[in-house]
């Protein structure tokens, strides 16, 4: 078939809300887009790791480390099937692990932020899965196969996570003076760079409005950033504590919530790698990626070799 066909097909697809599948044609672009967004979600996924991990020792009951692990491991599950639906794509699992270690691939900014006290745990849970639900539950019906049937599965997980961070702020804010004000304090740090996790402004985003006319994106930023302020500020009140905003208002014309200006210069400052963690993140993931070296190598020698049948047979082959 020739191109102008070819495209016709797809724009028919997108147009009549039929999913793009692997084996399809599809314009450059489209893939380079995609590669580009998915990737940037799988690897704020598995760095995303680092801030919470920080916490599963100092977890305050067993109760509370356990979900914590539960979480923590999650995101990581998370990260994978997204380097997989990235790798339907036609790049590879190395070359965007190379990308990220390297610097030269993007994260989510908020996981530059450090984690200063529990009560981080919970803002975390509260609003960065929230701010990640708000994003990602529209992606479940994004264009392409891969990448929305992946979200499906996020979304409910991140649910579970929004709760159990609410619900320990919840206990937090019942609890005495010092632990409210532990509370509030990590929701005066965690507030706005959750604001800019959905990115920068409708007027300034080079991607958004080609990405919505492809279905990958359905809500632009600033719609998906108004749904979540709006969600929050009721929230915040069955808490008892304040968002750290006083241009925040409802406008009763709008139907919706007012709010102040975002930090640009802070936001583009982390993203280019001068936020408050972003050395050590990284340095943490080179850290990871040298250590793990000999499970790779062994992986591979184990799947060179044909499979033993008992278990510690399995550990022969390893060690030969
Ligand atoms: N941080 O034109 P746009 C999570 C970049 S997962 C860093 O608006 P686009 C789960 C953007 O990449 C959180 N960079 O771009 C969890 C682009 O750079 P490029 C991640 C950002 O793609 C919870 C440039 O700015 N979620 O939280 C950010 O149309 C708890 C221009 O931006 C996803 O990735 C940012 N905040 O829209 C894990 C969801 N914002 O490539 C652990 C999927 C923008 O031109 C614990 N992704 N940039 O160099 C998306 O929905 C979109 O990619 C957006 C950005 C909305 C993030």
């Known amino acids: 078939m020739a191109t102008e066909e070819l495209q016709k097909v797809f724009d028919d697809k997108i147009a009549e809300e039929i999913r793009i599948e692997p084996k399809d044609w599809m314009p450059d672009d489209y893939?380079?887009?995609?590669i580009r967004q998915i990737s940037q979600h799988a690897h704020s996924e598995i760095v995303g790791m680092l801030p919470e991990a920080n916490w599963i020792t100092r977890a305050p009951s067993l109760r509370r480390k356990a979900t914590l692990l539960a979480k923590v491991q999650d995101e990581a599950g998370h990260g994978l099937y997204l380097y997989?639906?990235?790798?339907?794509m036609g790049i590879t699992r190395e070359e965007m692990v190379d990308q990220l270690l390297s610097g030269k691939a993007k994260y989510s900014s908020i996981f530059n932020y450090p984690t200063l006290t529990w009560a981080d745990i919970g803002a975390i849970?509260?609003?960065?899965?929230?701010?990640?639900?708000?994003?990602q539950v529209p992606l479940c019906r994004a264009s392409y196969g891969p990448y929305a049937r992946a979200m499906v599965r996020i979304c409910k997980e991140e649910s579970f996570h929004q709760r159990q961070g609410f619900e320990i702020l919840l206990t937090l804010c019942k609890g005495s003076k010092e632990q409210k004000e532990m509370a509030q304090d990590a929701l005066n740090r965690w507030w706005w760079p959750s604001l800019m996790m959905f990115g920068p402004n409708d007027d300034t985003s080079p991607h958004t409005a080609q990405s919505m006319k492809w279905k990958?994106?359905?809500f632009s930023n600033d719609e998906l950033r108004q749904k979540f302020?709006?969600?929050?500020?009721?929230?915040?009140d069955i808490l008892g504590i304040t968002i750290p905003d006083d241009k925040l208002v409802w406008n009763e014309k709008r139907q919706h919530y007012d709010f102040g200006e975002i930090n640009w210069n802070e936001f583009f400052n982390v993203i280019k790698g001068n936020g408050p963690c972003n050395k050590e993140r990284l340095a943490?993931?080179?850290?990871?990626?040298?250590?793990?070296?000999?499970?790779?190598?062994?992986?591979?020698?184990?799947?060179?070799?044909?499979?033993?049948?008992?278990?510690?047979?399995?550990?022969?082959?390893?060690?030969?």
């Open 229 to 236: 302020v709006d969600v929050c500020n009721e929230q915040a």
């Open 31 to 34: 893939r380079k887009t995609l």
């Open 284 to 320: 943490a993931r080179v850290s990871a990626h040298e250590n793990g070296e000999w499970v790779r190598e062994a992986a591979l020698a184990y799947a060179r070799k044909k499979a033993p049948k008992s278990p510690s047979g399995e550990f022969e082959s390893f060690r030969n």
């Open 125 to 135: 849970g509260w609003l960065v899965d929230g701010a990640a639900i708000m994003n």
């Open 216 to 218: 990958i994106k359905r």
């Open 84 to 88: 997989s639906a990235a790798e339907t």
